[in-house]
């Protein structure tokens, strides 16, 4: 139901941009997010943005990432910059459709080396 891409391997100051698409059978989108999880640790929420563009970010990544979406096209994005190797995880897209059903993107890794 949602396909992420965008992820890979970066040196520290670098930028990635995440893609997440999902798909027709998700009719009505509230919101759509990105959560992150790094080895060892729990999954957390990088980023989240309402159907009425309303953003929230996690402490560790305000001011360094941007969270979009196009609804035309049911898309979120997650533009990160100066990363860090500690961004280092597996990202995960996620979408609150209207029913409150929960949906989770199959993950992209993201690496950050020193």
């Known amino acids: 139901q949602l396909q992420a891409s965008g992820g890979g391997l970066v040196l520290a100051g670098g930028s990635l941009r995440l893609s997440c698409a999902a798909s027709?059978?998700?009719?009505?989108?509230?919101?759509m997010g990105w959560y992150r999880q790094a080895p060892g640790k729990q999954r957390e929420l990088v980023a989240s943005i309402t159907n009425g563009f309303s953003t929230s970010y996690g402490d560790s990544v305000k001011g360094r990432f941007a969270i979009s979406r196009d609804n035309a096209e049911k898309m979120v994005y997650l533009q990160m910059n100066s990363l860090k190797p500690e961004d280092t995880g597996v990202y995960y897209c996620h979408v609150l459709d209207g029913i409150d059903s929960t949906y989770w993107g199959q993950g992209t890794q993201v690496t950050v080396s020193s």
């Open positions: 027709g059978m998700i009719f009505y989108i509230n919101n």
